[in-house]
């Protein structure tokens, strides 16, 4: 037996039963957005992280730099030529 066609009028069963659907539909949607949000956050920790050791690490490279740099000119100075 065929399922009675849809007449366009549903009655409250009906109408709560598709809310309810509805409903259960946004919760799930919302716990993935959750999961998801809760993924990105991490990586970008993780990244953030990154950065800020490289930004560390550039500092000391500079300071080092700036370190030979000055004894390379020292050394010009004190009559030396600089290698």
Same mark, same amino acid.
């Given at each position: 037996? *065929?399922?009675? $066609?849809?007449?366009?009028? +549903?009655?409250?069963? /009906? $109408?709560? /039963?598709?809310?309810?659907? $509805?409903?259960? *539909?946004? *919760?799930?949607? +919302?716990?993935?957005?959750q999961i998801e949000g809760d993924g990105q956050r991490k990586r970008i920790d993780t990244l953030a992280s990154v950065v800020d050791r490289h930004e560390h690490e550039q500092e000391r490279f500079r300071k080092a730099m700036r370190a030979g740099l000055l004894a390379w000119l020292d050394e010009g100075e004190n009559g030396q030529q600089p290698s």
């Open positions: 037996m *065929a399922p009675p $066609r849809y007449t366009g009028v +549903m009655n409250i069963d /009906e $109408r709560l /039963e598709k809310l309810v659907e $509805r409903h259960e *539909a946004l *919760a799930q949607s +919302m716990e993935l957005m």
